[in-house]
Nanobody, 115 residues
Framework: QVQLVESGGGLVHPGGSLTLPCTRSGSLFSITAMRWFRQAPVKERELVAYTSSDGRSDYADSVKGRYTISRDNAWNAVYLQMNSLKSEDTAVYYC?????????WGQGTQVTVSS
C-alpha cells in the first residue's frame, strides 16, 4: 500500500521561505509523475507543480520563479521549495503520486503566510 506523508508546513512571514518534503512508502511498479497541489479556503484545489518520469517539470503561473520542485532519484521523496511567499500562497498543500491510472494522495500540510 502506497502512502505519502507531507511535512514542513507552518506559519511564515510574507517574503519568507519554506520547503515541503513529501515522502513515499510502499512499492510501486512505474511512477508517471509526482505533483504538488494546494487548496485555499473556499477555492478549488489547484495544481502547483509537477515532475514527471520523462524529465519534465512545470509550474502554475502564480508560482513560477518562486517555487521549485525536486525529487530524489528513487522517487522516494519529492520536495517543494517555496520562496518569496505571499499571503495568497496560504493553503493546504497536498502531494500526489501518479502511477497511471492510479493516483495516491497525502493528507496535506497547512502553509500560512501572514505578518
Amino acid at each position: 500500500q502506497v502512502q505519502l506523508v507531507e511535512s514542513g508546513g507552518g506559519l511564515v512571514h510574507p517574503g519568507g521561505s519554506l520547503t515541503l518534503p513529501c515522502t513515499r512508502s510502499g512499492s510501486l511498479f512505474s511512477i508517471t509523475a509526482m505533483r504538488w497541489f494546494r487548496q485555499a479556503p473556499v477555492k478549488e484545489r489547484e495544481l502547483v507543480a509537477y515532475t514527471s518520469s520523462d524529465g519534465r517539470s512545470d509550474y502554475a503561473d502564480s508560482v513560477k520563479g518562486r517555487y521549485t520542485i525536486s525529487r530524489d532519484n528513487a522517487w522516494n521523496a519529492v520536495y517543494l521549495q517555496m520562496n518569496s511567499l505571499k499571503s495568497e500562497d496560504t493553503a493546504v498543500y497536498y502531494c500526489d503520486l501518479v502511477e497511471y491510472p492510479f493516483d495516491y494522495w497525502g493528507q496535506g500540510t497547512q502553509v500560512t503566510v501572514s505578518s
